[in-house]
């Protein structure tokens, strides 16, 4: 294990990589606190911005979100220069603007062109199967690239923290440059991804195997998902379980926000979504659920993502957003989302069981609405139903759930049954929040700069 030299004189100097844009990563925001308000000043180095970007988010905390230009693999430059010559010659011959449409067109019919070449010469180089596996690794190799150049530019750190699978790719480098201790951070269990292609697992699985030979400390973000890790890749150092988990938040009295955004009259019961609107999270099912909840209850949408107009067009198609039943709304500060959701009667987590990494999930949602004082509806999947059984925070779906079975559920749970496990939700964030998972991370961080 490599570990810190001792330097008193200065605060110790954390950088974290991760391949998102950081301010809706509630883990990478807690963590960062956490670390900041111990005396570490902490770097966070993001992609997805269209222009570099350099702002401070914390007292000692600074995020640096680098510009994503993806690559894939390509053809020597003669095909770049060919490309370049067909759109030349059709501004001349059509006398076309670089900004009319029909340009455009032929532009991207060139660049459709290229993709099929490409591919076809991926195919012969690398046989069957393996084109659209080496075109993601490609595309991940350039987006950590990006990341690993930018980190450069700022010096060693005394700890670098890498999230998720894409900073991996990088790790012998960073290693090479940097000999300090290295954390990985995995969220999730990432070859078995629901929703995503094989290509895509298997790139994930052979990243991380070739990496843990760099790592010296692993976190991960619950027991079961840490046994996955333990069986799969026994090189790993032993896991440290560092949750999901909430701070404990003192409530204000709710001023009726949610039911506001929401156009609800302040006695209507919400059924709440919150996050990302993504597939295989049971969101089609939800919005037909609307159709037969009672009309004490509506369905409120609190979030973004891919799916968000597929979704409005479900629900438009029975008018369900017109009838108050369903309402989309937009995300909110992680700092003041407790406050709307405890406009809330019920939180639901639909996840649908897709894999492990759905089956063993523990997403933020599992902490964020007890902490709001929010009762929980999930799938019974292992980490979501040992919450709901253990401590009693909500109710069970079916294993096999529909928009009628929800929305069965929904109407059978009596008032009397939603204060008690409200009083629960209390009692299980008083013994399960971040306080408890902060420390946890600060004893970590302390043992490696031993």
């Given at each position: 294990m490599i570990r810190s030299k001792k330097n008193h004189n200065k605060a110790k100097k954390v950088y974290m990589v991760v391949h998102n844009s950081v301010l809706k990563d509630a883990r990478v925001l807690k963590e960062s606190r956490t670390l900041a308000n111990a005396g570490f000043f902490v770097t966070i180095f993001g992609i997805g911005s269209k222009e570099r970007l350099e702002y401070e988010l914390h007292k000692n905390i600074r995020v640096i979100l680098c510009i994503e230009k993806v690559?894939?693999?390509?053809?020597p430059n003669f095909l770049s220069t060919v490309s370049q010559a067909i759109q030349k010659l059709s501004l001349k011959l059509f006398n076309l603007d670089i900004s009319d449409h029909r340009f455009l067109n032929i532009e991207r019919n060139v660049a459709r062109i290229k993709r099929l070449i490409n591919n076809a010469f991926l195919f012969l180089i690398f046989g069957f199967g393996k084109v659209q596996e080496k075109n993601i690794y490609l595309s991940y190799k350039s987006t950590s690239d990006i990341l690993f150049l930018e980190v450069l530019k700022h010096g060693k750190p005394d700890i670098l923290h890498?999230?998720?699978?894409?900073?991996?790719?990088?790790?012998?480098?960073?290693r090479e440059k940097f000999n300090c201790p290295i954390i990985w951070d995995a969220h999730e269990i990432y070859?078995?991804?629901?929703?995503?292609?094989?290509?895509l697992l298997i790139n994930n699985q052979k990243i991380i195997k070739e990496a843990t030979k760099f790592i010296d400390a692993f976190i991960t973000i619950n027991v079961s998902i840490s046994k996955?890790?333990?069986?799969?890749?026994?090189?790993?150092?032993?896991?440290?379980?560092?949750?999901?988990?909430t701070n404990n938040i003192y409530l204000k009295k709710y001023d009726n926000r949610l039911h506001r955004k929401a156009e609800l009259p302040s006695e209507k019961k919400i059924l709440l979504f919150q996050g990302g609107f993504a597939k295989d999270r049971g969101l089609e099912e939800l919005i037909d659920a609307s159709r037969f909840l009672n009309d004490k209850w509506a369905v409120v949408m609190m979030g973004w993502g891919s799916l968000?107009?597929?979704?409005?067009?479900?629900?438009?198609?029975?008018?369900?957003?017109?009838?108050?039943?369903?309402?989309?709304?937009?995300?909110?500060?992680?700092k003041e989302i407790t406050f709307w959701t405890q406009g809330a009667t019920i939180g639901i987590i639909p996840y649908k069981n897709t894999g492990l990494n759905h089956l063993y999930c523990t997403p933020n949602k599992l902490w964020e609405y007890p902490v709001a004082n929010v009762p929980i509806l999930v799938s019974p999947l292992v980490e979501l139903t040992n919450a709901v059984k253990n401590h009693k925070i909500g109710f069970l779906l079916d294993a096999s759930f529909d928009g009628k079975s929800i929305a069965r559920v929904v109407n059978s749970i009596t008032n009397q049954e939603l204060n008690k496990a409200r009083e629960n939700c209390r009692k299980y964030i008083l013994n399960d929040n971040w306080d408890i998972y902060g420390k946890r991370l600060i004893k970590l961080y302390k043992k490696l700069l031993k």
């Open positions: 690559k894939i693999f390509r053809l890498l999230h998720d699978t894409i900073s991996l790719v990088n790790i012998k480098n960073y070859e078995e991804l629901g929703a995503s292609k094989k290509a996955f890790y333990k069986t799969n890749y026994i090189s790993l150092p032993k896991a440290t379980i560092i949750k999901n988990a968000e107009e597929h979704l409005k067009i479900l629900a438009n198609k029975y008018n369900l957003i017109e009838q108050k039943k369903v309402s989309f709304i937009p995300p909110v500060e992680h």
